[in-house]
T-cell receptor, first 114, second 115 residues
Framework: AQSVTQPDIHITVSEGASLELRCNYS??????LFWYVQSPGQGLQLLLK??????LVQGIKGFEAEFKRSQSSFNLRKPSVHWSDAAEYFC????????????FGTGTRLKVLA | DTGVSQDPRHKITKRGQNVTFRCDPI?????LYWYRQTLGQGPEFLTY????????KSRLLSDRFSAERPKGSFSTLEIQRTEQGDSAMYLC?????????????FGPGTRLTVT
């Protein structure tokens, strides 16, 4: 079955510290992969995406993610977190045919300490 | 490009009432999606339109739910005889073209509370 797992429900980091949010997926082929961020009361904003090619992708706001086929992972990283990064982060798999609908993980809520 | 808009942003209704939500996608996006997000969960796919055709519906979409997209522009999602379990954020997203992978652009959502 197709699924996305985000093992960390909550993560707390200090401002300026590095960040890694984990995402593992189960999909029958190489999927399309996305990271979205959701601030309270807001919709989802795309941080970055992977369709093919270079497995290290750069996104907005200083985020990057690395696709590792052998580990079925697409972890999100940021070298230095800012207080404004506090939000909920969702990893998603995009199906590669038909509707291209997304399958989302349950999200990781990030808290940033001043 | 004004983004995806949804109306209303918040809706409080009593159990048993009908509600209707509207989504206006980015112009010229012919793909439109509805998702439902409950507290503490990621969004779950409900239904998909390509132009005016509804091509896929999730098993989550019970008979009380109906969606349409007349003329391939805006879309509406109606819930009849609402239940407390329908309380959630309903998200709409649009994506350009067909036959290729493009990211989805999400609206701000409609938060439904059923009392």
């Amino acid at each position: 079955a197709q699924s996305v797992t985000q093992p960390d429900i909550h993560i707390t980091v200090s401002e300026g510290a590095s960040l890694e949010l984990r995402c593992n997926y189960s999909y029958g082929a190489t999927p399309y992969l996305f990271w979205y961020v959701q601030s309270p009361g807001q919709g989802l904003q795309l941080l970055l995406k992977y369709f093919s090619g270079d497995t290290l992708v750069q996104g907005i706001k200083g985020f990057e993610a690395e696709f590792k086929r052998s580990q079925s992972s697409f972890n999100l990283r940021k070298p230095s977190v800012h207080w404004s990064d506090a939000a909920e982060y969702f990893c998603a798999v995009g199906t590669t045919s038909g509707t291209y609908k997304y399958i989302f993980g349950t999200g990781t809520r990030l808290k940033v300490l001043a | 490009d004004t983004g995806v808009s949804q109306d209303p942003r918040h809706k409080i209704t009593k159990r048993g009432q009908n509600v209707t939500f509207r989504c206006d996608p980015i112009s010229e996006h012919n793909r439109l999606y509805w998702y439902r997000q409950t507290l503490g969960q990621g969004p779950e796919f409900l239904t998909y339109f390509q132009n005016e055709a509804q091509l896929e519906k999730s098993r989550l979409l019970s008979d009380r739910f109906s969606a349409e997209r007349p003329k391939g522009s805006f879309s509406t999602l109606e819930i009849q005889r609402t239940e407390q379990g329908d309380s959630a954020m309903y998200l709409c997203a649009s994506s350009p073209r067909t036959g290729a992978p493009y990211e989805q652009y999400f609206g701000p959502g409609t938060r439904l509370t059923v009392t």
